[in-house]
């Protein structure tokens, strides 16, 4: 039979311990809150009476309802208080030793059949459970920031939790409104062990002046539709809160990714902690607040020399090439496309024209408009016939000979100073440029599949691109409603740089039996707000495109954890390659 909880006692009244008490409060519990001084206790009450005036403006309370929910509230700063209490949720700082001291005082004044949950986000629950004489009591309820708001819950077992104190648990989140996922204990759980790692890779990739701040957030942001950038993301969560998850991770794991950046530590030494400070990787306009002061895009380039740009060739018959070629004749460019046959380039063209009586329907575009942009595209087969355009598209096969070989036929044809662009996702753009005399004048510009609805391109520089041609490039992107991010010539750029060793992480952590891929897919949409879950995505992306990148980026990096997983490599030899064949992580 489930325990009765009635009243439950919340230990610290920070940030996530308020949320905790007004979540509890809100699904009509009795909450006895304890905070270390008086001080403490009326922060705490303040971060109630905030959120709650919030959800009041907001609709979500009415007046009577905040007063019922406060009511049920009592704050104080003794322990011996929480004496009849049916349920424990710590909330104090993350410090293993506060943690031990405060279960085993619970210890003394509690029932001995009452559970004890740690809100902890990356120590392990085992080693705070011995400090109490009921371990098998003792579970990790993990909340997630802010807890009034979102709905995950990880439940953390030992291997000495007692089975019924798990279902109660999670009928108990469940009670709050909550979807708790079932896990053992680890560092980070799910959500941290997987969000830490790439967070992580972010802070490096901006230590080592890859990418601006503002390039990298915008990279996944518009690249994978995610609700923050990673670096904004870590001012919310606090550096210092950062910098002691992946320190606990690493002590785990050992596995170098999650060392951490030793950016990191210089920031929180210099107190730069991210919002609650006002300064971390951006400047805020005062401690705690949202509003960023100093969000001026970083550019490398000088914007002030650019190349002109009118008429645009596109090399490809495949759906980017299509795509890019409707891009910039919607927005008033010539466009050039060549194909090797005159039945392939006539196909191309119609399927532009399919796309924009799509776009007319929607009323996203006039009938008139959407005729201009159709004139404006000129089927060929030669090269020959790109003589005179200002830049080239190329968007052929991701084989890198068949590039080169596109490459060498351009630097025959195409007049001097225009500008060569691939749209490759995980080639080097200099091996493309190697195949011409003008490396100067080549640069990538990988868009986003479909191009006309993505906003993100990502500009390459190689070591041998003109200043000027970045600079174009990123003019030119802006011109046909883009958003461009620049970066180095380096495998995955910026956003499967960053995504694809998550995605890895996720079937590791699959391979190893630490969660079904149901509940790490849960964790990271719910927990994290991501759109889709790691092996939804993976599915959609095709195992097969997915493994051809990470394998990549371990021949470049070298790093140990990148390394595709086993798992990968077995469901691809399998055949099972995604939705495309019916089969994937999931069953279509």
């Not at 997983?565 to 995604?578: D, K, M, Q, S």
Request: aromatic residues 6%.
């Amino acid at each position: 039979m489930a325990r009765e909880i009635s009243t439950v006692g919340v230990v610290g009244l920070g940030t996530m311990g308020a949320g905790i008490a007004e979540v509890l409060a809100r699904s009509g519990l009795d909450v006895v809150a304890v905070e270390l001084d008086d001080a403490g206790v009326e922060r705490g009450l303040g971060h109630l009476r905030h959120s709650t005036e919030r959800a009041l403006a907001g609709g979500k309370l009415d007046e009577a309802g905040r007063e019922a929910l406060l009511g049920r509230i009592r704050a104080t700063t003794s322990l011996a208080d929480l004496s009849e209490v049916d349920f424990v949720i710590e909330a104090i700082p993350e410090n293993l030793a506060a943690k031990a001291e405060v279960f085993a005082h619970l210890d003394q004044v509690t029932r001995p059949d009452v559970v004890f949950a740690s809100n902890t986000s990356s120590l392990s629950i085992t080693e705070i459970g011995v400090h109490t004489a009921r371990p098998g009591k003792v579970v990790g309820m993990h909340f997630f920031n802010p807890a009034p708001v979102l709905k995950l819950v990880e439940v953390v077992r030992t291997v000495v939790t007692e089975p019924d104190v798990v279902s109660d648990v999670v009928e108990f989140a469940q009670r709050l409104g909550k979807s708790p996922v079932v896990i053992g204990d680890r560092a980070g759980f799910i959500a941290n062990a997987l969000l830490f790692g790439y967070l992580n890779h972010a802070v490096r990739m901006y230590e080592q002046k890859y990418a601006t701040r503002e390039d990298l957030d915008a990279a996944m942001r518009f690249g994978c539709g995610y609700p923050m950038g990673p670096l904004a993301l870590l001012d919310l969560i606090g550096l210092d809160t950062a910098y002691e998850i992946l320190d606990t991770m690493y002590h785990q794991s050992r596995n170098r990714l999650h060392a951490p950046a030793p950016l990191l530590k210089q920031m929180v030494t210099a107190g730069q902690l991210g919002r609650k400070s006002g300064h971390g990787f951006y400047a805020y306009d005062a401690p705690d607040s949202p509003v960023v002061v100093d969000s001026v895009a970083s550019s490398e380039v000088d914007s002030s020399v650019t190349r002109e740009v009118r008429s645009v060739g596109v090399i490809g018959t495949g759906t980017m090439a299509t795509g890019i070629a409707e891009v910039f004749a919607k927005r008033g460019f010539d466009v050039v496309l060549r194909a090797r046959s005159m039945e392939k380039a006539e196909a191309s063209v119609a399927k532009v024209k399919k796309s924009l009586d799509k776009a007319v329907v929607k009323g996203k575009l006039s009938e008139e408009d959407a005729a201009a942009a159709l004139a404006r595209i000129r089927p060929v087969t030669e090269f020959e016939e790109l003589a005179n355009v200002d830049l080239v598209v190329e968007a052929v096969a991701e084989e890198l000979s068949v590039k080169q070989a596109v490459f060498s036929a351009l630097d025959e044809v195409v007049k001097p100073g225009a500008m060569l662009a691939t749209t490759t996702s995980s080639l080097p753009v200099i091996e493309c440029a190697a195949a011409t005399s003008r490396p100067g004048d080549v640069v990538g510009l990988h868009f986003f599949n479909p191009a006309p609805v993505m906003k993100l391109v990502e500009v390459v520089s190689t070591i041998a691109t003109a200043p000027d041609v970045t600079a174009t490039a990123t003019a030119v992107c802006a011109a046909v409603g883009k958003h461009p991010v620049q970066c180095g010539d380096r495998a995955g750029f910026i956003v499967n740089a960053l995504l694809f060793p998550y995605l890895n992480d996720a079937v590791k952590m699959l391979e190893a039996h630490y969660a079904s891929a149901d509940d790490i897919d849960t964790a990271m949409k719910v927990g994290c707000s991501l759109p889709m879950g790691p092996f939804e995505l993976l599915d959609v992306v095709g195992l097969d495109v997915s493994l051809a990148i990470e394998r990549t980026l371990f021949n470049e990096f070298r790093e140990e954890g990148y390394a595709p997983a086993p798992l990968l490599e077995h469901l691809v030899t399998a055949g099972r390659l995604g939705r495309k064949t019916g089969k994937g992580f999931k069953d279509y």
